[in-house]
């Protein structure tokens, strides 16, 4: 199919005697939104480490906007990563710059573009996030739930053609995540990106899914709509939602 | 209400022992291993160094950091080995009456030795467990995957960058140390005696020849390589969590000075060989 963006088929992945991931199946196309969800360790932080080459899978094939990434070199992948925003787990921002440093840092290699177009868009995404105010501040004068933030509007910045949100609401309290989640799907609608969103957040879920996956034991079990996952007669598929 | 309280597992009991043969055949393994992995981070530096990318700014603000910012460190030591090498010296000098040999001896001892080696020592210190333990949190904290998924060459931006400031910068603070050196000496001089600073540097620079400088000064970018790369090593290569950060400063600092001395018995030789 022409929309589909990233393909991971018969994903594997251990470390020593743990299997991680065993047998990982998943599609995402362009402008729509997969959460995956699982019990925490079941390791939905290594797939999409895996999918952008951070993490070198032991078997199955992983494709990035129709290329193998195991054929890519190094440059190559820069270029195709390039595309693709990351929000990490533990946010990741780095320690030694300033919020606007850490925003600035991805558009260094964008070239043409001027000192008040890179302030413009570093302003622009961190209104987005309601942090506007934050600009000058290190990443240690930040809570943790702000330093979720700055990492969204970093994997923002670039207006990415694809997305992946490591558990993107988790440590928020409720009104900012729903927020959150509303501003995932409007980045979706407005950029017709595609993205991968990691959440165990049952409200985020149901706003931004358009189709949901379950891991369990290592395998991707369950693919379907919000409607149809939520409602599930599987007891354990179920208790996602409970 | 009754609470049932049940014990899972079992508790293994570990014995400790001393190591048994296998675990020092392992220990060997490893370190051989590591040897393997730091001769390839070598290479990757050599092959990364000349293609660009050339990340100035963070170059010159690692210079800063690792250069400026340790010369006071650097400036106290100085002046406080060539005072007390001063005062240690002399009475073995007055024993044979040559008093007036005081100012070159010292001079030379510190210039040719005991200034690159201190200051290389106190560098690896400062510097090397520095660059080990932020390299370690960057790591842990996945600060180095998210430059890697914006497409940056992390390796470049961090580690190039901080390698070449620990090249350039321990030379620089080298002939720094040397001369604060040179002039605690000329202090530990006029402790017991009068020789004023004119006639000081006249006796110094008398005898202390080229010959003895420069294989001095090249010598100390070697020690700042060795310790900006292995910290660099140790730090990049981290894991095992916040636990790691800790373990890479140290063997930053315990390797990089060990580095020091093994770069400077090899430098002797060389030097005698043509000198
Ligand atoms: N670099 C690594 N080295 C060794 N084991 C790892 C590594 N990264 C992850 N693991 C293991 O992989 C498994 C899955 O980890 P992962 O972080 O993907 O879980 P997760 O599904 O994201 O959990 P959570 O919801 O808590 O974030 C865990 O058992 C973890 O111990
Ligand atoms: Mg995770």
């Known amino acids: 199919m022409e929309n589909i963006v990233a393909e991971i088929s018969r994903l594997k992945k251990s470390f020593g005697r743990n299997d991680v991931l065993k047998d990982i199946n998943l599609k995402i196309e362009k402008g729509k939104n997969l959460v995956v969800c699982g019990k925490s360790g079941s390791g939905k932080s290594v797939l999409i480490k895996c999918l952008v080459g951070l993490i070198e899978p032991d078997d199955g094939k992983i494709i990035l906007f129709g290329k193998n990434i195991s054929d890519l070199n190094d440059d190559e992948l820069n270029l195709l990563r390039k595309k693709i925003g990351f929000l990490f787990q533990s946010a990741a921002l780095y320690d030694s710059m300033t919020v606007r440093e850490n925003l600035e840092f991805p558009l260094r290699d964008v070239k043409l573009k001027s000192k008040d177009e890179i302030d413009t868009l570093v302003l622009e995404a961190l209104k987005n996030v309601g942090l506007e105010n934050a600009i000058d501040k290190m990443p240690s004068e930040l809570s943790g739930g702000m330093r979720k933030r700055v990492g969204l509007a970093r994997a923002l910045i670039l207006k990415p053609e694809i997305i992946l949100y490591d558990e993107p609401t988790t440590g928020l309290d409720p009104i900012t995540s729903k927020e959150i989640s509303q501003l995932i799907l409007d980045v979706q609608k407005k950029y017709n990106t595609a993205s991968i969103i990691i959440t165990h957040d049952v409200g985020c879920a149901r706003i931004t899914a358009n189709r949901m996956i379950i891991i369990k034991d290592g395998a991707s079990v369950t693919e379907g709509t919000f409607k149809e996952l939520s409602e599930s007669k599987d007891k354990w598929v179920n208790s996602f939602f409970k | 209400?009754?609470?049932?309280?049940?014990?899972?597992?079992?508790?293994?009991?570990?014995?400790?022992?001393?190591?048994?043969?296998?675990?020092?055949?392992?220990?060997?393994?490893?370190?051989?291993?590591?040897?393997?992995?730091?001769?390839?981070?070598?290479?990757?530096?050599?092959?990364?160094?000349?293609?660009?990318?050339?990340?100035?700014?963070?170059?010159?603000?690692?210079?800063?950091?690792?250069?400026?910012?340790?010369?006071?460190?650097?400036?106290?030591?100085?002046?406080?080995?060539?005072?007390?090498?001063?005062?240690?010296?002399?009475?073995?000098?007055?024993?044979?009456?040559?008093?007036?040999?005081?100012?070159?001896?010292?001079?030379?001892?510190?210039?040719?030795?005991?200034?690159?080696?201190?200051?290389?020592?106190?560098?690896?210190?400062?510097?090397?467990?520095?660059?080990?333990?932020?390299?370690?949190?960057?790591?842990?904290?996945?600060?180095?995957?998210?430059?890697?998924?914006?497409?940056?060459?992390?390796?470049?931006?961090?580690?190039?960058?901080?390698?070449?400031?620990?090249?350039?910068?321990?030379?620089?603070?080298?002939?720094?140390?040397?001369?604060?050196?040179?002039?605690?000496?000329?202090?530990?001089?006029?402790?017991?005696?009068?020789?004023?600073?004119?006639?000081?540097?006249?006796?110094?620079?008398?005898?202390?020849s080229f010959s003895d400088v420069f294989p001095a000064i090249i010598k100390t970018f070697f020690f700042g390589f060795a310790v900006g790369l292995i910290g660099c090593y140790k730090g990049y290569n981290s894991n095992n969590g916040t636990e790691g950060v800790g373990k890479s400063a140290n063997a930053a600092v315990v390797i990089g000075s060990l580095a020091v001395f093994i770069i400077d018995m090899i430098a002797v030789q060389i030097t005698s060989l043509f000198i």
């Open chain 2, 1 to 208: 209400m009754s609470i049932d309280l049940k014990i899972s597992g079992e508790v293994e009991l570990v014995k400790v022992n001393e190591p048994s043969e296998n675990q020092y055949l392992k220990r060997v393994k490893d370190f051989f291993e590591d040897v393997t992995k730091l001769t390839r981070f070598t290479f990757r530096f050599f092959k990364e160094v000349v293609k660009p990318r050339y990340e100035f700014n963070e170059f010159f603000k690692q210079s800063y950091l690792i250069g400026y910012k340790s010369f006071p460190l650097v400036a106290i030591t100085g002046f406080i080995m060539g005072l007390v090498l001063t005062i240690q010296s002399r009475p073995t000098l007055v024993d044979f009456g040559a008093e007036s040999w005081l100012p070159a001896m010292v001079a030379v001892s510190i210039v040719r030795e005991i200034g690159p080696v201190i200051t290389a020592l106190i560098f690896a210190g400062k510097v090397g467990s520095g660059i080990g333990a932020e390299l370690a949190s960057m790591k842990v904290t996945e600060q180095i995957d998210a430059m890697e998924v914006s497409g940056m060459n992390p390796f470049k931006y961090i580690v190039v960058t901080r390698v070449l400031s620990a090249t350039l910068m321990l030379p620089v603070l080298v002939v720094a140390a040397d001369a604060i050196a040179l002039y605690g000496a000329y202090i530990g001089v006029n402790l017991k005696g009068d020789v004023n600073v004119h006639l000081f540097f006249l006796q110094v620079f008398e005898k202390l």
